[in-house]
């Protein structure tokens, strides 16, 4: 019985609500405006960060960013950019990795007799965004459970195949930790991730135009003046201060911390989030949810606007989805 799958499997038939976003959304229609950019070949040496201390979290957007308080991390190193498909291709050569999304599903996980659950369900496959085909406020419009997606296959089997210098997708938690303990890192934790990502920069709530987000009015219109209607390969962006990309837009990123509302304003000092009995996530709570970070390319400023260092949301540790990723920190350098 695969129950890391079954769980998350469980949550899409309840809700459908993969997108990592939540927010009222208006359905006005126009045309894409798609602008062309040129994406730089990156390396993927991981950059070096002194500790420090910072500002962590963020009080006027969505309550379960704040309370902003003085953070401080020790010194770690951090992949330049997402994990990409061409990077994860080299792991799965390596070791004959199967990934969760490519495993199907033991019926008897749902607690239900087999006529009552849709067979797609049972089938080896992963969340997929599907534009609407009319304007929508429902999730189950937006997001389907696509039978043969997977991190090859990102769209579907009917959908191009993965492209070697964008992020990989479709990836479980233990499929990122398989991943990290064969390449001699770890996922960071989120107080990492958001040191890593603000880079002594002041806070904004601003749709960044360095950032692959939403333009438009989600989910109906994406006037892709970023250049891209869906995830952009790595380096197409200019990188932070710190020398990173895409840390927010492009893909979610899961970090090592379990999900609970809010920051506990006493944990100041290499903060490693919540026990497992005190996480909580609201959108799955039958099960501990991990923080993802950075939002994606599907938000926008009508809706999920969390292309922003702070941001934060659980993310079901049993199923992956097209607009969730991640990349590695280490405590001493690679290999």
Known sequence: MDINKTIGLTALA???AVAGCEGETDT???QSEQV???CAAIGDTPVRLEGGTFAMGQAEVY??????RQTTVDGFWIDPHEVTNRQFAAFVEATDYVTLAEKPVDPAAFGVSEEQIPPELLLPGSAVFTPPERPSNRYSDWWKYVPGANWKRPYGPGGPEAQPDEPVVHLGWEDMQAYALWKGGRMPTEAEWEYAASAGQ???TEQPEEANSWQG??????????GFRGIAPVGCYAPNPNGLYDMVGNVWEVTADLFRPGHDPADTDNPRGPSENQAYDPLNPGFPSRVMKGGSYLCAPNYCQRYRPASRQGRDPGMGASN???RLAYDMPPA
């Open 217 to 226: 009015v989600f989910p109906a219109v994406n006037r892709e003046t970023d």
């Open 63 to 68: 309550a379960e960013e704040g309370p902003v």
């Open 324 to 326: 969730v990723g991640f």
């Open 14 to 16: 309840a809700c459908l």
């Open 28 to 30: 006005t229609t126009a």
């Open 36 to 38: 062309a950019r040129t």
């Open 202 to 204: 002041p806070a904004t």
